[in-house]
């Protein structure tokens, strides 16, 4: 089985890994590329406040 590893975002979806031929239980290969997915999503999430916080303390 060919597994593919997508982000889907607003205007476009992108490839993060794609694994050819897996046989089997293929969950520990493809899990550290979810959990470092997970940490991304985290870390634009605290920089995406980050700039909404500076832009509003900007226009005071």
């Known amino acids: 089985m060919d597994v593919t590893a997508l982000l889907g975002l607003a205007t476009t979806e992108v490839t993060l890994a794609t694994w050819p031929s897996l046989h089997g239980d293929w969950t520990p290969i493809v899990h550290p590329t979810l959990f470092e997915v997970t940490g991304l999503h985290a870390a634009l999430s ?15």
Do not use: M, S
């Open 46 to 60: 605290v920089a995406t406040d980050a700039l909404h916080l500076a832009n509003r303390l900007a226009c005071t």
